[in-house]
């Protein structure tokens, strides 16, 4: 199977934190960008050739998007592609644009699946990262679109802040069990290069939360929504049983997929391409029938790599006999997956090399120790 990704480069105002490519002024320009997005789809018709099971609208803010653009680009998908009658259609929506009239719009057109972009329920924090809504919105979009009828839902949250003691997180966490959630995505704050929370921990406004603390944060998310039923199946990535987000294991499972917008990102298997991270030259190079993108066939050692680098992260870790027919192990990596073994931080299953629950909390760094 399949997926297509659609980046829609748009937000509302810039969080503190992000270093995603978007812009905040696209009104004069969005049915343009729409139109590109949609030649590109059909530019590249050819580049995938199984059934689709699922699309995603990422960015960016696919909420704040127009409903006939998005409608535009998904019936464009539908002409153009082999999508799966039971195909995933997952968006990511803000709270603040989340209405019974955009449920109602965004669910005859096929979504089916939200990504509701929460990041906290604290005041204070929503402030700091200059987030778009409030608390109150976020309790409310949830509701609204479980009533009108989006039932696998997931909501982003952000763990590892400022000033956020163990206490405080076990109660962000408590608010999103109540909110009957299917899904949980909780990433570590991390502070990127060029974002605004980098000047503020420069010039010393915002103290970033200890390593100790984050992986105390780590723990407890883990042992929480364990209790709560939930599973493990990625670092970051927790859903209930038959809610684990398709969109995202088909990036995992190294799938193929085709991004589609600017900085949107594309795999086949054997290359990698990513498109221009430009609005304005996206739209120039597509309008002269070229597609704005760079290429990089992968070696065999990138594909090694990137398959320790993805799959530890996963519950189902990795097939070792899929990682040797790439390249044959060193003895250097069996002498450090020996390691991994003895310290108790993965085990191997099946013939699957997978992470314990503490090796997940070192999952990045245990894979680069294993990179070929
Ligand atoms: S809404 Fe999302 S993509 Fe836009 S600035 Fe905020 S975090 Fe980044």
């Not at 989340?98 to 924090?125: V, Y």
């Not at 802040?161 to 299917?182: H, N, S, T």
């Not at 939930?230 to 190294?254: D, I, M, T």
């Not at 193929?256 to 739209?283: E, Q, T, V």
């Amino acid at each position: 199977m399949a997926g297509i990704y659609f980046h829609i480069p748009f937000c509302k105002q810039k969080c503190t934190y992000c270093d995603f490519h978007f812009s905040t002024s696209f009104a004069a320009y969005e049915t343009q960008m729409i139109g590109s997005m949609r030649s590109e789809l059909e530019m590249r018709q050819n580049e995938l050739n199984f059934p689709l099971d699922t699309i995603y609208f990422g960015g960016g803010t696919p909420s704040i998007a127009q409903m006939e653009g998005l409608e535009e680009l998904l019936q464009s998908a539908r002409r153009n592609f082999d999508v799966a009658a039971d195909a995933e259609i997952t968006l990511e929506a803000n709270p603040d644009d989340i209405t019974a009239e955009t449920i109602a719009g965004w669910k005859a057109m096929g979504i089916n699946r939200l990504s509701i972009g929460i990041q906290s329920f604290d005041a204070p924090d929503l402030l700091w990262m200059n987030r778009a809504h409030n608390v109150k919105e976020s309790l409310d979009a949830v509701k609204i679109a479980q009533q009108g009828g989006i039932s696998n839902i997931s909501i982003d949250l952000i763990y590892g802040l400022p000033d956020m003691d163990a206490d405080r997180w076990k109660k962000q966490l408590a608010l999103a069990l109540e909110l009957g959630v299917k899904h949980i995505s909780a990433y570590c704050l991390t502070v990127e290069k060029k974002t605004a929370l980098n000047q503020l921990v420069k010039s010393k406004q915002i103290k970033p939360a200890s390593n100790d603390m984050q992986a105390a944060h780590f723990e407890i998310l883990q042992e929480s929504l364990k209790q709560a039923g939930f599973v493990q199946y990625e670092v970051s990535n927790f859903g209930k049983p038959g809610f684990f987000s398709r969109h995202n294991s088909a990036y995992w499972k190294g799938e193929h997929y085709l991004g589609i917008g600017p900085s949107a990102h594309s795999f086949d298997g054997k290359s990698r391409s990513w498109n221009i991270a430009n609005n304005r030259l996206y739209m120039q190079s597509i309008a002269k029938n070229e597609l704005p993108l760079e290429r990089e066939i992968l070696e065999a050692k990138d594909r090694f790599n990137e398959l320790l680098l993805t799959g530890l992260r996963t519950s189902w870790g990795i097939k070792l006999e899929q990682l040797a027919n790439i390249l044959p192990f060193s003895s250097e990596f069996e002498r450090r997956m020996k390691e991994l073994l003895s310290q108790q931080q993965a085990e191997i299953k099946n013939g699957h090399l997978i992470l314990t629950e503490t090796g997940m909390l070192y999952a990045d760094r245990i894979a680069l120790d294993l990179f070929y």
